[in-house]
């Protein structure tokens, strides 16, 4: 007996293959630093529990577990119970039933010993990751095909930095230097839906998983990559962006005083007594700052933007997009845009979403010359 593949599903079939889309996907797990340094922390498991180590023999098991976790000199210290182990996995029966101080996680807790205090290893899921991501990124009230494109984009990134960091303790920080987490308790219902409606879905570049970069606001022009790391793409080369103008991060202004700035360079591997005057020595074509001289009483300092902007704080100091001007003990630095300006513009994706435009056309705008959302293999 001879078959047909019924029009619509040999359609949705054709589709799939020629946007280079696979039908099914794998599941992936990330390991997401929460706390570094820490010598103790209250914990709380709903349901059965078990703490294994590296091995994954069970050191101890339990129900209902309401503790303080604490440092201890061969391990910690859970429930009273000293685990001699200097790593150890808290893994609940329910995945969905771990609280650290005063948040929420799902999947697994992963503790790990060390001079400087215990550091927290969230090992979960990555969808569910990215559920607890997106709040943090973007807002649950934007257009849902920009949340869609965050969320690709989001598990695209988190995916290169899985594989770059695999043989590290950890793939990703739950702050602005990986993407802001917040675990269970962020998790909304719009951004959630969005997650689901891409699941497995990321951007792949000459079948290889992008560098899907992303930040607030580009301020009318996104960077290219290779000006900030080694990283030679087509699709981030930058592109012009028209899109974010109304973005309350389009201009911003900063007054810092001149001892503010010599303590954040004294407190990085910089040594200033006096600062004489701050000058921008060179920008590049998108107008962001390559070099800046710091002119001291002793010897001038020629530092790198990027490096500037990270010693005063990428949130003081916004963008590399700026001016400044000296008066008296203080300086006034006026810019454009929030972020490095590397990949996808969220404010740009806010409003192209509210003219129409989908999560894939987005996608295609910020990272061009020949990508394809694909499913995680």
Not at 305 to 331: A, T, W, Y
């Amino acid at each position: 007996m001879r078959y047909r593949i019924p029009i619509i599903i040999g359609f949705l079939v054709l589709a799939s293959l020629i946007s280079g889309r696979t039908l099914a996907f794998k599941d992936n797990y990330v390991r997401i630093a929460i706390m570094k340094d820490v010598a103790a922390f209250d914990l709380s498991v709903s349901g059965a529990y078990q703490v294994v180590d590296t091995n994954n023999t069970v050191l101890a098991r339990g129900s209902n577990l309401k503790t303080k976790i604490i440092m201890a000199p061969k391990g910690f210290y859970i429930n009273s119970l000293n685990i001699e182990e200097i790593k150890a996995t808290i893994k609940p029966r329910n995945p969905d039933s771990i609280r650290i101080n005063d948040r929420r996680f799902r999947g697994d807790i992963m503790l790990i010993g060390k001079p400087s205090g215990i550091l927290v290893i969230n090992f979960l899921n990555l969808e569910d990751y990215l559920k607890g991501v997106l709040y943090h990124e973007i807002s649950h009230y934007w257009p849902i095909e920009a949340i869609k494109a965050q969320a690709v984009v989001s598990r695209t990134f988190a995916l290169y930095q899985s594989a770059e960091n695999k043989n590290k303790e950890y793939d990703m920080t739950c702050d602005i230097y990986s993407q802001m987490y917040g675990g269970r308790t962020s998790e909304r219902w719009r951004t959630s839906m969005a997650v689901d409606k891409t699941r497995g879905q990321v951007i792949k570049y000459q079948g290889a998983i992008l560098p899907a970069y992303f930040h607030a606001t580009c301020g009318g022009s996104t960077e290219d990559a290779n000006v900030l790391w080694n990283i030679d793409l087509v699709p981030l080369k930058g592109v012009i962006c028209n899109f974010c103008k109304k973005s309350p991060h389009y201009d911003w202004t900063t007054i810092l005083t001149l001892d503010a700035i010599k303590s954040a360079l004294n407190k990085s591997k910089y040594r200033v007594n006096i600062i004489r005057n701050i000058v921008i020595k060179e920008r590049n074509k998108t107008n962001r700052i390559n070099k800046i001289e710091i002119i001291t009483d002793a010897k001038n300092i020629d530092i790198s933007g990027k490096d500037f902007r990270n010693i005063i704080g990428p949130n003081v100091i916004k963008s590399l997009n700026f001016g400044l001007k000296i008066q008296d003990e203080n300086v006034e630095f006026q810019g454009i845009g929030w972020g490095h300006g590397v990949g996808m513009c969220q404010w740009g994706a806010y409003f192209m979403a509210r003219s129409g435009a989908s999560y894939e056309e987005i996608i295609q705008y910020y990272y061009p010359g020949g990508v394809q959302i694909g499913y995680v293999n």
